[in-house]
């Protein structure tokens, strides 16, 4: 039977209880399609500083290296949200992380369920159906190039936005293998009109592009694609994109989905793949068993698909979720004026009823 080794880094608030929820899932999976998991467990943000001073210890970057998948709760606390100046800070082990595991490709589905239809800001008729796969570059473009600097008695600033082809290529390949596994579109995002290194993006994903003639290609600028994206989101399948327009269009498409409980994320390159929901360590709510675990139950789905290729695992898990929300029930930031207060669960029980539908 295979065994996967999965490196578990809690971290702090609902981090924890969401991280638990989601192994009891890949227990339960294991279970149905004959693998199973062992764990292994660090500390990362402020978790880890309390106990070391440092937000990523060398024996959790250790930890990482050593295993197949990398499952991350979330980081941070208000003591540092309300001290900007603090030094030592939760979310440098998370930046410290993504660099040394070379992770360059951050990934984002998208998905809707019909049931939270109305937990959107869009309308339900304009995003029945929508399904789309963001791929964003996160090791380049304008967030690392330098100089970075400021001039002239600080009264100009410089920022540079620099692509290397190899940079555009290799992620430009996991997005159109990804279009193939899917309905076969592409669509490439960037500002090719105005900026040289888009240019160099567009050119390079045209050249990919050969290797793939079954996928539909197209691009988009940026501005068309933040207006499409709310306009019409059923008509992308996979997007692919750099550094600063991901950020930008993949925090607009997660409202497309509604409650930030529901979305998981990928951080993947030449190492071992990072797995994580796209919320935040939600203080307000620690410690309540009420926090939505599906965002990281989500990100257990992807990591079987995107790092164990077993998507018929994945899909399993969520059509399982599906159910359980087909079925009425709902974690608290879901909830809406119909639904029926015994059917509001906690983080624990809502994660046993998507486990009974496994
Ligand atoms: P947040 O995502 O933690 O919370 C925003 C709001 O959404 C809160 O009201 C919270 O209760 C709610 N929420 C978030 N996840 C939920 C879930 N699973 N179920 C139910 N409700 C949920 O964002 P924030 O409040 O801006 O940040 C809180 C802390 O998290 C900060 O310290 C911030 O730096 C950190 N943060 C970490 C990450 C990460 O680890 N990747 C990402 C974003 C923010």
Redesign the pocket.
Same mark, same amino acid.
């Given at each position: 039977m295979t065994n996967y080794k999965i490196g578990i880094l809690a *971290?702090d *608030?609902?981090g924890p209880e @969401?991280v638990d929820a989601a192994c009891l899932v890949l227990n339960a999976i294991g279970e149905k399609f004959n693998f199973s998991v062992s764990y292994q467990h660090s500390y990362i943000g402020h978790s880890a500083i309390e106990k070391t001073g440092n937000p990523l210890p060398d024996e959790a970057l250790e930890m990482c290296n050593k295993v197949d998948a990398i499952l991350l709760g979330? @980081? *941070?606390?208000?003591m540092? $949200?309300n001290n900007p100046s603090a030094k030592v800070r939760?979310?440098q082990g998370?930046l410290k992380l993504r660099k040394e595991l070379g992770l360059f490709a951050n990934i984002r589905p998208i998905t809707i369920f019909d049931e939270l239809l109305f937990t959107s800001s869009l309308k339900p008729e304009i995003l029945k159906g929508a399904d789309i796969l963001f791929y964003r570059e996160l090791t380049g473009g304008i967030y690392f190039g330098t100089p970075r600097e400021r001039q002239n008695s600080g009264t100009v600033a410089i920022d540079t936005m620099k692509y290397e082809k190899y940079e555009v290529e290799r992620i430009t390949k996991m997005a159109f293998e990804a279009a193939m596994r899917r309905n076969k579109k592409l669509t490439s995002v960037d500002k090719a009109n105005v900026l040289e290194s888009s240019r160099l993006w567009r050119e390079t994903v045209n050249e990919v592009s050969k290797d793939y003639p079954e996928v539909e290609l197209s691009h988009l600028f940026i501005d068309n694609a933040a207006m499409q994206l709310i306009l019409n989101p059923r008509q992308f399948d996979v997007i692919v994109t750099g550094n600063m327009f991901g950020d930008i269009l993949t925090d607009e498409a997660s409202q497309i989905a509604g409650?930030?409980?529901l979305l998981p994320s990928a951080s993947v390159g030449s190492k071992v793949g990072l797995f994580?929901?796209v919320? *935040?360590?939600?203080? $307000?709510?620690a410690g309540e068993n009420i926090?939505?675990?599906s965002?990281a139950i989500m990100s257990v789905a992807l990591m079987l698909e995107t790092s164990f290729n077993n998507k018929l695992a994945s899909d399993s898990i969520k059509n399982a979720i599906a159910k359980v929300f087909k079925l009425g029930f709902r974690?608290? $930031?879901l909830v809406e004026a119909e639904t029926d207060k015994n059917h509001i669960l906690g983080t624990k029980e809502f994660t046993q009823k998507i486990i009974e539908q496994l």
């Open positions: *971290g *608030g609902i @969401v979330a @980081v *941070g606390m208000p540092y $949200d939760p979310e998370l409650s930030l409980g994580e929901p919320h *935040g360590s939600a203080p $307000d709510i926090a939505n675990p965002a974690t608290a $930031d």
